[in-house]
């Protein structure tokens, strides 16, 4: 595990686009625990594996099937 990866095993908020996501995950498991968060790692600002295309929408759009009768 990279010396910078630092997670705590406490709830709350964790980084899923760290690169480092998955090593911390799999010590995470490796000690059983049931909770897991980043507040404490060097790395938890890192967005390096965040997708370039939005991940919601802020608008919506009405979408309706109407019957027709024949």
């Known amino acids: 595990m990279d010396t910078r990866t630092n997670p705590t095993p406490k ?3 964790r980084n899923l686009f760290c690169p480092f996501y998955s090593e911390c995950l799999n010590m ?6 049931a909770h897991w ?7 938890r600002g890192n967005r390096e594996g965040e ?20």
């Open 11 to 13: 709830r709350g908020k």
């Open 28 to 33: 995470v498991i490796r000690k059983q625990w």
């Open 37 to 43: 968060n980043c507040a404490k790692c060097e790395e």
């Open 51 to 70: 997708p370039e295309i939005p991940l919601h929408v802020n608008y919506s759009i009405a979408y309706y099937e109407l019957a027709t009768k024949v």
